[in-house]
C-alpha cells in the first residue's frame, strides 16, 4: 500500500486518477517505495523484531489510518514469532 492520499478527498474516477498520475509523476511513489523497501523488516529474524515493530507502527499504521482503516499491532504468541499488524475497515453501501 502505497498511499496516494486520503480517499475521503477523491470525490470521482478522473480524481482519482489524477491524484495516482501525479504520485507517479513526482516520484513520490518511487521515495515511498524505496523507503518501505530499505527498511530491514524481516519477519523471520528474531533480531529485527523491533525494526518489524517500528516499521509497523510508524510507517504502515499511520497510512492505513489515514485510509480509514482500524489497526492494531499485536506480539505474535509463537515464541521466536514477529509481531502482527491487523487492519480492517467497513464501507456503508
Known amino acids: 500500500m ?3 492520499g486520503n480517499l475521503e478527498n477523491i470525490v470521482s474516477r478522473s480524481e482519482a486518477i489524477a491524484q495516482a498520475r501525479k504520485h507517479f509523476e513526482t516520484g513520490e511513489f518511487f521515495r515511498t517505495l524505496a523507503r518501505r523497501v530499505a527498511c ?3 519477519s523471520q529474524e528474531p533480531e529485527k ?4 515493530a517500528r516499521y509497523l507502527e510508524d510507517e504502515m499504521r499511520p497510512k492505513l489510518e489515514q485510509f480509514g482503516f482500524t489497526v492494531n499491532l499485536f506480539p ?7 509481531p ?9 453501501h
Open 40 to 42: 530491514q523488516s524481516e
Open 84 to 92: 502482527f499488524l491487523i487492519a480492517e475497515r467497513f464501507e456503508s
Open 76 to 82: 505474535n504468541p509463537v515464541d521466536g514469532g514477529g
Open 49 to 52: 523484531h523491533p525494526v518489524l
Open 2 to 4: 502505497i498511499g496516494i
